[in-house]
C-alpha cells in the first residue's frame, strides 16, 4: 500500500493514513468518516469487483465525497469507480470481455486500464459495441481527473 500512499504523504506531512481491507475484516465506516482521501489500489479486478461493489462500500464513498473526500483508483481500483466495470480479456484467465457493475462514481464512459501494455484495442472496439458509451484508453502512468459528477476535468498521458 506505501506505493500508492508515498507520493501522497511527501506533499502532505499530516497526512493519516489508514487502510481498510475490505476482503478480510468487518469494516465499520463510520470509524473512517474524517478521511480527506479513499485510494483503491490495484490488483485482482474480479476478486475487487466482489470485494467492492457493494451497497455499503457505495454508501461510504458517497458520503465521502460528499463531504469533500477525494477517492483516487489505481488500475483495477479505477476500473471499479465507473457504474459499469469494462474488464478486459488480458485481465482475467477464461480471457472473455466483461462488463459489470461497478460503485458508479461516473456513468458517460468506461475505462481501459494497461491499454497498450495489454495491447487492448481490439477488446476495447468490441467492449464498446457492448455499452453503447466509449471506453477511454489509459496507458500506466495516465489518469483522468474527473469532478465531483463524474465529469472529465482533464486527461494527463
Known sequence: MKKYTEVFQSQ???????YLLLDTEQINFD????????????????KYLATY???????????????G?????????????????YVSSNDHSDHQIKIKNGLELFSQFLISVHYDLWNDKANKDRAEELVNVPIIPLNDYSCLVLDKLGNIIEKID
Open 12 to 18: 502532505f506531512p499530516n497526512l493519516i493514513t489508514d
Open 31 to 46: 470509524s473512517y468518516l474524517d478521511a480527506d482521501l479513499i485510494i483503491i489500489g490495484g490488483g485482482n479486478t474480479e
Open 53 to 67: 461493489v457493494n451497497q455499503q462500500f457505495k454508501n461510504y464513498i458517497d458520503r465521502m465525497l460528499n463531504k
Open 69 to 85: 473526500a477525494k477517492v483516487i483508483g489505481f488500475s483495477a481500483g479505477a476500473l471499479l469507480l465507473g457504474e459499469k466495470v
